[in-house]
């Protein structure tokens, strides 16, 4: 059942990711992104010493903002 929350999660970050960086990869590759991004924004944040909240809200919040820095690394990359 955690990989079905993690996936939803993962899809819904890089979705809103998408909208704020802007552009898209696609169904498969938002949800990717919005993955590896919940990594990367629990590590940010956790170093940084922010707490954004617990449960689904507080996930899908640090996933989104792992995914924000993600997709705009990216796109320093492929420039």
């Known amino acids: 059942m955690d990989i079905v929350v993690l996936l939803l999660v993962g899809l819904v970050a890089g979705w809103l990711a998408g909208l704020v960086v802007g552009g898209s990869f696609g169904l498969i590759g938002d949800m990717v992104v919005g993955v590896i991004g919940a990594f990367v924004g629990a590590w940010l944040l ?7 909240g617990y449960g689904t809200l507080g996930r899908i919040i640090t996933a989104t903002i792992g995914a924000i820095v ?7 990359v492929r420039r």
């Open 46 to 52: 956790r170093h940084l010493g922010i707490a954004v």
């Open 70 to 76: 993600l997709l705009a690394l990216l796109r320093l």
